[in-house]
């Protein structure tokens, strides 16, 4: 945030904002957002929320498909709405001074991370981490919001609590939870998801902005409170490659996201010939495991390409212990290093532990164990 927007912070924590402070307020964090390339739109006075559609937009069955009103620069369809136009930036917030921002962040190359720490039940231990077992000597004492659940999956994973990382853009809330911002890699339609009850869930009491959602923006001021920075940092930080994983994981990309399998390069598919398992059954059951770890190659990220090496690592092991295969640690490595190129420090141990876990269950020519 600019020295200009802090200071104004600081003078509006001391006393109710006059209305020309307002003024600057909101354009100015309307700007500022426009400025780094995250569209915007209004929300509704002292409200978290878009303001209401105007009356044609407001019509039974009528959706934001097709819609002339964003296009013609009316703020209907809340985020759909969004602009980095700053002449319509001005009309707006000029106009509407008590508008508050919102950001749409598909479009702005933003997930953010929205933990919670509402007073409530807590969830049965299959939905605190969904995916995750929880065993029941584990005591959950204590655990009560989605700092602790997003603390947790953290600590599984070796890796520092979004609600610690001094790294990124940090806002703390009204209610007293915190917006983690990330900038997306290209090319990954994160999806939003909230809480753990629904289809796709990161954990309890932790939100997922992204694709199809938006965030209001820090400087923010509602009825409940201001939206505020954390710590110095006022710049996303890139997703960490450890909750990219887990995102994934937990079904935050689509699946139209994941690309149809290509052929495996031909060397590879040599290799898989030369080594005696490109007959039958087993051949066919190895090569569509390869296809499916050099399809990964279509996106720099993410794709489920560890999953699905460490799929036919197990499989080639088997066929190793078989005596079908060879060379499978050549053929791997040749597929993974098509799909990921020069990251042989990051498949190479899934090649090895996949294989010596499949050796131990041999595969029959059939393709069955
Ligand atoms: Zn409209
Ligand atoms: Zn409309």
Known sequence: MTGELRDLGCDLRRSAPPRQDVVLRSLAVARWCAGRGWPVHPLAP???????NCTACREPGHTHRGCPCPAAGRWCHGFRAATLDFARIEKWWGERPDFGVGIACGPAGLVVIDIDAHPGQMPGRDRLLPGIDIADTVDLTGLANGFHTIGVLAALRGAVSPAEDTTTLRVRTPSRGLH??????????????????????????????AHGGYIVAPGTVTEAGRYEGVGEVR??????????????????????????????PPRA????????GGHGAVGRLLSGLLAEVAACAA?????????????AAYTAGGLVAAGLLAEAEQVLGEVAEYARPGQERRYAAVIRSGISAGRMRPLSPGGGR
Do not use: I, M
Not at 190 to 198: H, L, P, R, V
Not at 269 to 276: E, K, M, S, T, Y
Not at 299 to 311: H, Q, S, Y
């Open 180 to 209: 983690v911002w990330y900038r997306a890699p290209q090319g990954h339609p994160w999806q939003c998801s909230s809480g753990s009850g629904g289809r796709r869930a990161l954990a309890w009491q932790v939100d997922v902005r």
């Open 269 to 276: 598919r040599q290799a898989v010939l030369a080594a005696g």
């Open 299 to 311: 996106v720099p990220e993410g794709a489920g390409f560890t999953d699905k090496l460490n799929r």
């Open 235 to 264: 710049e996303p930080a890139p997703l960490p490659d450890w909750l990219a994983w887990e995102l994934e994981r937990t079904g935050h990309l689509p699946p139209t996201h994941v690309p149809a399998p290509r052929p495996v």
């Open 46 to 52: 002292g409200r978290k929320t878009p303001p209401g």
